[in-house]
């Protein structure tokens, strides 16, 4: 089958770019998947079988994401599931520079996935308004599979499923064109996005502990 190519601007933001190309393809129905891939994401080529394989007798899940290891080094472990602490930090549970040796192996359900190969229901996505309208980039996964989890929906990561990321932009091997990058500083715009994140999906009466949180760390 041929695959169409949609053309924009290159300041779109990722959410803006996938809204578009749906608009352009219609609904195949209920059970329609959809795979999203960074363009510096390498799925292995078992990875979307796996994921397929692993949603197939789980009607509750609407997003699946692999397991994610290095692009440089192809044994260190960057994500098996994410989630976010009270500082805004992304929080994976994997200590620094961890080597994939099957010790997180196993279908489990997580807060999020990267969306650097996640694949996610339509129906799904769309009820919830896909990706966050202020989070061009950086944090828009944790804040889809907090909401996912809000709606009584479930996330999962399938470590039979591999990727390898290079975090391009994350690392700041390249500039970030997206308007919102504030002079193209990566981290400034990562911690800007964490706490919105943290503000827009918290319960009330833990706001305040949280804004207390972010306005510590923010002197870091």
């Not at 509750?60 to 500082?87: F, M, T």
């Not at 930090?89 to 997180?104: S, V």
Request: charged letters at 25%; hydrophobic letters at 45%; glycine letters at 8%.
């Amino acid at each position: 089958a041929r695959i169409p190519l949609f053309e924009e601007d290159r300041e779109m933001g990722y959410g803006d770019a996938i809204e578009y190309a749906l608009e352009l393809t219609p609904s195949a129905g209920d059970d329609e998947w959809i795979w999203l891939i960074h363009d510096d994401c390498a799925p292995d080529v078992d990875c979307l079988a796996n994921l397929l394989a692993a949603v197939e007798n789980r009607p509750q899940v609407a997003i699946a994401g692999p397991k994610l290891r290095g692009w440089y080094d192809r044994d260190h472990l960057l994500e098996v599931g994410i989630s976010i602490a009270s500082n805004g930090a992304r929080w994976t549970g994997l200590e620094r520079r961890e080597h994939d040796q099957g010790q997180h192996d196993g279908v489990r359900e997580v807060l999020a996935v990267s969306t650097a190969g996640s694949l996610i229901r339509r129906s799904v996505y769309e009820e919830l308004g896909g990706l966050g309208t202020n989070l061009a980039l950086f944090r828009d996964d944790v804040d889809l599979g907090w909401r996912a989890y809000v709606a009584g929906h479930s996330v999962i990561a399938v470590p039979e499923a591999l990727a390898y990321h290079a975090e391009a932009a994350a690392s700041e091997r390249r500039t970030v064109d997206v308007s919102e990058a504030f002079l193209h500083r990566p981290l400034l715009l990562d911690r800007r996005n964490a706490a919105y994140v943290l503000l827009v999906n918290s319960s009330l009466w833990s706001l305040p502990w949280i804004s207390i949180q972010l306005l510590t760390t923010s002197f870091a």
